[in-house]
């Protein structure tokens, strides 16, 4: 977990494994009343075998919440997500389909 600012407001940073998912999860959420939350959803290639393994980013699911998030603030939380290198593209075999 980290804690970024922007101003006076702060804004929770979380990135873990969900076992119910079989994803790995980003996670920005405002710690205010008026703060906003957006999840990453990246699915696992092989849930039952071996270390996360991340589906093609066509495959990937944003969630997001009701309220504001600052631009800088967001822009960081992408450039987090880009880094880490969780984010593959498809061969160029694979369909691009959704589901």
Same mark, same amino acid.
């Given at each position: 977990m980290e804690i970024w600012s !922007?101003?006076?407001e702060?804004?929770?940073v979380n990135s873990y494994y969900s076992l119910p998912d079989d994803a790995w999860q980003y996670e920005l959420t405002g710690m205010s009343e008026a703060?906003? !939350?957006v999840a990453v959803v990246i699915p696992d290639a092989t849930p039952d075998d071996g270390p $996360?393994? %991340?589906q093609p980013a066509h495959r990937v699911l944003v969630? #997001?919440?009701d309220r504001q998030i600052p631009w %800088? #603030? $967001?822009?960081r939380f992408i450039?987090? #997500?880009e880094s880490s290198g969780d984010l593959v593209e498809a061969d160029k075999d694979e369909p691009h389909t959704s589901g």
């Open positions: !922007h101003g006076a702060l804004y929770e703060g906003g !939350h $996360f393994t %991340p969630q #997001i919440g %800088p #603030i $967001f822009r450039d987090l #997500i």
